[in-house]
């Protein structure tokens, strides 16, 4: 019974021993992860408060920079700029010898393709002629959406379609409407250009009636879809202009024969007058 007894007593003394030292462990344990998670916390403060440190100067540099009464200093860095040496690579749509419509100039030729140097940077052009002005253009291929292709026999006959219809005249002041012609002309829209020419067509009435700045952006819209018709009708120019006038009711000879009657019958009136 002793020895039983005395089995049991050391029995639990050992469990003891054994819950004593796995406390110990534990607070060990816990006192580690403790001093971890405030040497953490220390390493974070520490590096918000180099970074704030950082945006503090920044902003000051930017405050610096912005300010124009300061001069700056050669030590300062300077922005880079960074230039584009290459244009824009774009498929030309139009060849050599075709016939474009620039909106600004009206129909004209391209004669060439031309490499130039603009500013250290190699822009290909296309080199257009026109033969009316007596003057050459170059317009960029990466800006070639500007040139128009020339119309077709359908839009041709739209366009004749269009100068036969009755014109449509506005009410409102000539300055008005002269910018509203000038805006169709300079589009170069095949369209706008019929619709100004039908507007502004006088038929046979005398051209004396007719202001400068009208007859001036009458002739203008004229001449663009003149040249535009010989073209794309491939005929010469008297049989383009007789479609045109055709279409617009004008016979520009009987026209000339009343100006020259009128001015014979305003002679003797101004020789008496000055007499």
């Not at 067509?201 to 010989?230: C, H, P, V, W």
């Amino acid at each position: 019974m002793k020895n039983i007894l005395k089995k049991i007593l050391n029995s639990k003394k050992k469990k003891k021993v054994v819950k004593k030292k796995i406390k110990t462990v534990k607070k060990a344990v816990k006192t580690k992860k403790v001093s971890k998670v405030i040497k953490v916390k220390k390493i974070t403060n520490e590096l918000n408060k180099k970074k704030i440190i950082k945006d503090s100067k920044k902003k000051d540099k930017v405050e610096v920079k912005t300010d124009p009464l300061r001069i700056p200093k050669n030590n300062e860095q300077k922005p880079e700029i960074k230039k584009v040496r290459k244009q824009e690579t774009e498929k030309r749509i139009f060849k050599v010898k075709d016939y474009v419509v620039y909106p600004k100039h009206g129909v004209g030729q391209i004669i060439e393709t031309k490499k130039i140097n603009i500013g250290g940077i190699e822009v290909e052009t296309y080199i257009l002629k026109f033969e009316k002005d007596k003057a050459n253009g170059m317009v960029p291929v990466n800006k070639q959406s500007h040139l128009r292709p020339l119309a077709t026999i359908n839009q041709i006959n739209k366009c004749v379609s269009i100068l036969k219809s009755k014109p449509k005249i506005k009410r409102s002041m000539w300055s008005r409407r002269a910018q509203e012609y000038e805006a169709k002309i300079s589009s170069g829209k095949i369209y706008d250009l019929a619709e100004v020419v039908r507007d502004l067509n006088k038929g046979d009435d005398i051209m004396i009636d007719q202001s400068y700045s009208e007859r001036q952006l009458f002739e203008k819209a004229y001449d663009r879809l003149l040249t535009e018709f010989q073209i794309v009708m491939g005929s010469s120019l008297e049989d383009a202009q007789k479609k045109l006038d055709k279409a617009l009711k004008r016979n520009l000879e009987k026209q000339a024969q009343k100006v020259e009657a009128k001015q014979v019958a305003e002679e003797p009136i101004n020789q008496e007058l000055t007499e």
